[in-house]
């Protein structure tokens, strides 16, 4: 769907009732806002050892709140608030609630060089078998990189999780049955590409 900003990749066999509403505006050349509201009721099919096959029900909300502004030619700055909930009737965890807000700015040269960074503020509850845990914490990333002329392509440097802080960030891994890579490292990473 054009201007929902997500990617859905369930196991096979879900059955997915979904209901979203987006609005962007733009009040001047400069800045941009917008909102969208996602919900999703799923029926998942499990494996479980007996060999069985049992549904889960599951419950998605998600809200996103974003504003982009570009005071200066060169500069642009970013504001977000997202919040996603996700309810579980027989799979662990049995809820999983996350807040985000990322403020982001990002400075490109005429020389094609550009520098960003985002620093994300992470409030997250988790419900499993009863008992409930909760993680508030700051990360920041950065982005170093060359834009080539005439679209050929980029060279980037990017540091995940700068000042090195150690947490627990519960991610949408357990919907699928794939690896996903993490949203956050919870330890410095260095990647060049």
Known sequence: MAGFNQLADEVLGTQIEQYGLGIDIKPSRT??????FNRRDLRAPFFILDGNTRIED???????????WTPLQNLGIS???????FELNHFTPESLGTKRLPIGFSYFWQSGFYLQAVGTYIDQKIVQSGFAEQEEFWNLDAVVGYRFPKHWGKAEIIVKNILNKEFRNYDLSFQTGEPLPPLYQPEQQLFAG
């Open 31 to 36: 800045l941009s806002v917008g909102a969208e």
């Open 58 to 68: 599951r419950d998605e909300e998600r809200y996103l709140a974003y504003l982009y």
């Open 79 to 85: 504001l977000a608030y997202e919040n996603e909930q």
